[in-house]
């Protein structure tokens, strides 16, 4: 038995690795084949760079490795390479981006290459020799994928600013050309009634599609570069949210929309980003409200924060969409079926909140009926400036420089 033992452990897992590079490809390449992103995809670019990845695998197992170098790649912080150029693992991740792979499936092609690695080669080693080199093995593995993760997380960074670009610049600009042009027509005399209606559903369809465009750059930022960015001026909240109230009832004649203020709404916001929060809840309101049933908007004055009330009655929201209702892409199931847009304004809403320090609570009932309200303490550029004294304090003792 010991002979056999002593035999085994000859092959040690660096070994193993080279002798068997085949044999693990073609168990990558199985893998590889069955994500939904890798269709249609030859063996050349299923395997992409596992072979490199292999072979470094191999060279980082023979190396000296000290407890202090172990610690730090455990942590992913492992010595950059000597050479400049990317490594195997940095190129997989931004292939896997570029070829559609999600990061679920980037991760799982490592996590699958350590099972197979591992199911291969442990009968061909003796148990004492097994614990030590598979450690090695697995922060080797460990360190491959957080390279390819951080390659990969550049590349989405790199998506979004072209995405924020293309938003912001190559759509916004000819569309706001088709709607200042459907303006301009709408203004002159030439028109006969039938062209009059014909622009006007031009300047309207473009209204909206300009609100959309603007809703996903907001949803963009949020999700993908942090909070919405604000400029918090002195303000009366209750002027903007009356006058978003007469523009939805201007826009949708048919529903009646009452505005009441009460107590001190003066404060510190961002006026333009509150106009769109409050927009969105009021339009909220209308389209899964009850038509012949008032929408009420409600602006009350305290003595440390304003709060704004949007009720309209109908069918409530489900106890079971409540937690839903404010993530992007959602619609509320109230068998309304009006939904319309791309279902992301409440999620903005809640973020043009959140940006200001404050919240956004809902109510729904059969019998109260829906009530979204927003609290907004009075002074959110005080807030603002805090947060930023106390980042920049930090960034300063983490000896950065002050953004």
Same mark, same amino acid.
């Given at each position: ?9 000859? %092959? ?63 942590k ?11 490594t ?90 088709i709607?200042l ?30 609100? %959309? ?12 570069g ?48 509150v ?17 012949e ?74 019998e ?36």
């Open positions: 038995m010991r002979q056999v033992c002593d035999q085994k452990a000859r %092959m040690t897992l660096p070994e193993f690795i080279i002798r068997n590079m085949e044999l693990i490809l073609s168990e990558w390449e199985k893998f590889a084949r069955t994500i939904p992103a890798a269709e249609g995809m030859d063996t050349s670019a299923l395997r992409d760079h596992a072979e490199k990845m292999l072979k470094a695998f191999a060279h980082d197992l023979v190396q000296y490795q000290s407890a202090e170098q172990q610690a730090a790649k455990s992913g912080r492992a010595p950059p390479p000597l050479c400049k150029d990317d195997a693992a940095t190129s997989h991740g931004t292939d896997r981006f570029v070829e559609g792979f999600d990061l679920k499936a980037l991760v799982s092609e490592y996590r699958a290459l350590r099972a197979t690695v591992t199911r291969l080669w442990t009968p061909e080693v003796c148990s004492e020799d097994r614990e030590t080199q598979l450690s090695r093995f697995n922060e080797a593995i460990d360190q491959a994928l957080h390279e390819s993760v951080l390659r990969y997380s550049d590349e989405v960074s790199r998506a979004r600013e072209l995405f924020l670009g293309v938003i912001g610049h190559d759509l916004r600009t000819p569309l706001g050309a709607l042009s459907a303006q301009y027509l709408l203004q002159s005399d030439g028109l006969s009634g039938e062209h009059i209606k014909a622009t006007a559903m031009i300047h309207r369809s473009g209204t909206r599609i300009q609100k %959309m465009l603007s809703d996903l750059l907001d949803v963009t930022r949020t999700r993908l942090g909070g919405l960015p604000i400029a918090p001026k002195a303000m009366d909240v209750s002027r903007t949210a009356k006058h978003v109230a007469e523009e939805a009832h201007a826009f949708h004649p048919t529903h009646t929309v009452v505005f009441t203020a009460t107590g001190d709404c003066r404060g510190t916001w961002d006026e333009i980003r106009y769109q929060l409050l927009s969105n809840l009021v339009e909220n309101a209308i389209r899964h409200g009850a038509t049933k008032p929408v009420k908007v409600e602006a009350v004055g305290k003595a440390d924060e304003v709060q704004i009330a949007v009720h309209n009655d109908g069918v409530p929201i489900l106890q079971s969409e409540m937690r839903r209702i404010f993530e992007p892409m959602k619609q509320a199931e109230d068998g309304s079926n009006r939904a319309e847009g791309l279902g992301l304004g409440l999620y903005i809403a809640r973020a043009i909140a959140t940006a200001h320090h404050g919240a956004i609570d809902v109510e729904s009932t059969k109260r009926g829906t009530t979204f309200t927003v609290r907004l303490p009075h002074h959110a550029r005080a807030v603002v400036a805090e947060r930023r004294r106390v980042e920049s304090g930090r960034r300063l003792s983490d000896g950065q420089l002050p953004a």
